[in-house]
């Protein structure tokens, strides 16, 4: 248990300091520290040694060098109890630091501040067993009463902790700084020699997907999705709602989507979102109960009415007007979450582990327009065919894989998703439709991934869909051309594949 009678403290986050300093001061530790520290302890009438009285050498090189010392290094590594290591303390007038406080300046705010004491913060917790390091403010308090009931001393488990958690602090720093300068090469490879994840916890979750897992949240995720009422966000409500929020930036009009299990039951689009909630739920309203609504406008009043008349686990816009918040806040245990960011511009990887590794790739940001459509058959689209390709195709890329979309302009019709084939999911859909009560007839088509045969197409066709929209790709293009050119159907080739797995 290391004996605490001398502390070197220098920090960027200066959280709880002078209160720490002060319950340091009242157990008789003597306090060394450098720069702005010094200034703020010096200022809240605490007594302090500057590093420069120690080392009798000023700080150089605009603060750049100043712990850097071996009057520093050498109270910092040396170990209690041995022999040498206290003869060469005594010959070269050394004297011990039992406790470390540091922490680093945020780099990825100030790029390369001045002064981090990164080599000080390592080289002390690796002498753990000897020394108190300290990066945590929230620390503080508990240390203090610590030492009150131990007589100065900290347990070896507490410093193991600490160790730790420099360990975890530097490391994050160091990611960050790699990251930086991956960035600053200007290569076509989007993928760093190492990837780094540094990732902060922000909270424990209840459980994962299923009540037996454990879960936390990484990252700063509270900061793009603000929850504004509810209970906490489930490890499933984060995944559905992000899958809410990302497939509604799709669209620059008005738009709501349904989620349940990252699936849309329905996504409808119009000049109000009350009208466009109406669409979405019209495709499936059956499987709406206890879903996900998402959208892409800050959400009215007429809205949020209508949305209010069914059971939803969350809902999540860019905005919540007091009148619509007041509303919706009555149901105390429904979430509301305020979308921050527009997704659109965020250049993100998926991530996803196996055993052994991580697979990473960048996201599916690829929208298409008509203009990046090859028209493969006789017939061609008109131009409300078109129109209602690209809305269903833009939905396709969001539901699981095989994935077929029946859409109109403005709405999806039917939706099958997750079949092992591809023509299950073309009846799944169409049997939605009809569940719902809705007529495929004159709806576009739109396939995830190209059809392997022509019966895919022939269940669409049956349904009653006059035009398809698919990556193409296939060995029996010609086939499948061909079988839309005896049905009569106009067909689009993206060369471009939406699979979700």
Same mark, same amino acid.
């Not at 050498?57 to 290591?85: C, M, Q, W, Y």
């Not at 990611?175 to 991956?182: E, G």
């Not at 760093?192 to 949240?217: M, V």
């Given at each position: 248990?290391?004996?605490?009678?001398?502390?070197?403290?220098?920090?960027?986050?200066?959280?709880?300091?002078?209160?720490?300093?002060?319950?340091?001061?009242?157990?008789?530790?003597?306090?060394?520290?450098?720069?702005?520290?010094?200034?703020?302890?010096?200022?809240?009438?605490?007594?302090?040694?500057?590093?420069?009285?120690?080392?009798?050498?000023?700080?150089?090189?605009?603060?750049?060098?100043?712990?850097?010392?071996?009057?520093?290094?050498?109270?910092?590594?040396?170990?209690?109890?041995?022999?040498?290591?206290?003869?060469?303390?005594?010959?070269?007038?050394?004297?011990?630091?039992?406790?470390?406080?540091?922490?680093?300046?945020?780099?990825?705010?100030?790029?390369?501040?001045?002064?981090?004491?990164?080599?000080?913060?390592?080289?002390?917790?690796?002498?753990?067993?000897?020394?108190?390091?300290?990066?945590?403010?929230?620390?503080?308090?508990?240390?203090?009463?610590?030492?009150?009931?131990?007589?100065?001393?900290?347990?070896?488990?507490?410093?193991?902790?600490?160790?730790?958690?420099?360990?975890?602090?530097?490391?994050?720093?160091?990611?960050?700084?790699?990251?930086?300068?991956?960035?600053?090469?200007?290569? %076509?490879?989007? &993928? /760093? @020699?190492?990837?780094?994840?540094? !990732?902060? +916890?922000?909270? #424990?979750? *209840?459980?994962?997907?299923?009540?037996?897992?454990?879960?936390?949240?990484?990252?700063?995720?509270?900061?793009?999705?603000?929850?504004?009422?509810?209970?906490?966000?489930?490890?499933?409500?984060?995944?559905?709602?992000?899958?809410?929020?990302?497939?509604?930036?799709?669209?620059?009009?008005?738009?709501?989507?349904?989620?349940?299990?990252?699936?849309?039951?329905?996504?409808?689009?119009?000049?109000?979102?009350?009208?466009?909630?109406?669409?979405?739920?019209?495709?499936?309203?059956?499987?709406?109960?206890?879903?996900?609504?998402?959208?892409?406008?800050?959400?009215?009043?007429?809205?949020?009415?209508?949305?209010?008349?069914?059971?939803?686990?969350?809902?999540? %816009?860019?905005? &919540? /007007? @007091?009148?619509?918040?007041?509303? !919706?806040? +009555?149901?105390? #245990?429904? *979430?509301?979450?305020?979308?921050?960011?527009?997704?659109?511009?965020?250049?993100?990887?998926?991530?996803?582990?196996?055993?052994?590794?991580?697979?990473?790739?960048?996201?599916?940001?690829?929208?298409?327009?008509?203009?990046?459509?090859?028209?493969?058959?006789?017939?061609?689209?008109?131009?409300?065919?078109?129109?209602?390709?690209?809305?269903?195709?833009?939905?396709?890329?969001?539901?699981?894989?095989?994935?077929?979309?029946?859409?109109?302009?403005?709405?999806?019709?039917?939706?099958?998703?997750?079949?092992?084939?591809?023509?299950?999911?073309?009846?799944?859909?169409?049997?939605?439709?009809?569940?719902?009560?809705?007529?495929?007839?004159?709806?576009?088509? %739109?396939?995830?991934?190209?059809?392997?045969?022509?019966?895919? !197409?022939?269940?669409?066709?049956?349904?009653?869909?006059?035009?398809?929209?698919?990556?193409?790709?296939?060995?029996?293009?010609?086939?499948?051309?061909?079988?839309?050119?005896?049905?009569?159907?106009?067909?689009?080739?993206?060369?471009?594949?939406?699979?979700?797995?």
């Amino acid at each position: 248990m290391p004996l605490i009678r001398r502390a070197l403290v220098s920090v960027s986050d200066k959280r709880g300091l002078a209160d720490f300093a002060k319950g340091l001061r009242a157990l008789n530790v003597e306090i060394i520290s450098t720069g702005g520290t010094y200034a703020l302890l010096k200022e809240h009438g605490i007594e302090v040694t500057s590093v420069s009285e120690v080392t009798s050498f000023p700080e150089i090189l605009d603060g750049r060098v100043k712990t850097l010392h071996p009057k520093i290094h050498g109270g910092l590594l040396a170990v209690s109890g041995n022999e040498l290591h206290t003869r060469q303390l005594q010959e070269f007038d050394i004297e011990p630091i039992d406790m470390v406080v540091v922490n680093l300046y945020p780099f990825e705010q100030t790029i390369a501040r001045n002064g981090v004491p990164l080599a000080m913060l390592r080289a002390a917790a690796k002498n753990f067993k000897h020394k108190v390091v300290i990066v945590n403010p929230d620390r503080y308090a508990g240390i203090i009463e610590e030492m009150r009931t131990s007589n100065n001393c900290v347990s070896y488990a507490t410093c193991f902790s600490l160790a730790r958690e420099v360990f975890r602090h530097t490391s994050a720093y160091d990611s960050v700084i790699s990251n930086y300068l991956d960035k600053l090469e200007k290569t %076509a490879d989007p &993928f /760093p @020699e190492l990837f780094h994840l540094s !990732l902060r +916890k922000e909270h #424990d979750l *209840r459980y994962g997907e299923n009540p037996h897992q454990r879960a936390r949240l990484y990252g700063n995720f509270n900061s793009l999705f603000q929850k504004l009422h509810g209970k906490e966000l489930s490890y499933n409500n984060i995944v559905d709602l992000t899958s809410a929020a990302n497939l509604t930036s799709e669209f620059d009009e008005p738009t709501v989507a349904i989620i349940k299990h990252t699936n849309p039951c329905g996504v409808g689009s119009g000049k109000t979102l009350g009208e466009a909630f109406a669409k979405a739920l019209a495709t499936d309203s059956k499987s709406a109960f206890g879903g996900i609504v998402g959208m892409n406008r800050p959400l009215d009043l007429e809205a949020a009415e209508k949305i209010n008349e069914i059971f939803t686990e969350v809902i999540v %816009a860019p905005g &919540f /007007p @007091e009148p619509v918040l007041e509303l !919706l806040s +009555k149901k105390k #245990d429904r *979430r509301l979450i305020r979308l921050a960011v527009d997704l659109r511009a965020l250049a993100t990887f998926e991530i996803r582990s196996v055993p052994g590794g991580i697979l990473v790739q960048e996201g599916d940001r690829t929208r298409l327009t008509k203009d990046d459509l090859n028209i493969v058959t006789r017939r061609k689209p008109t131009e409300e065919e078109l129109k209602a390709m690209l809305y269903a195709w833009r939905v396709a890329k969001h539901v699981k894989s095989n994935a077929i979309v029946y859409a109109r302009t403005d709405r999806t019709i039917g939706i099958g998703a997750g079949q092992m084939s591809r023509v299950d999911s073309a009846k799944l859909a169409a049997w939605k439709a009809t569940e719902a009560g809705l007529n495929i007839a004159g709806t576009a088509a %739109a396939s995830d991934a190209f059809f392997p045969f022509a019966d895919g !197409l022939f269940e669409a066709v049956k349904a009653g869909s006059t035009a398809v929209i698919q990556p193409g790709g296939s060995i029996r293009d010609t086939e499948v051309i061909a079988a839309a050119d005896d049905n009569n159907i106009a067909m689009a080739f993206t060369k471009v594949r939406h699979f979700k797995h």
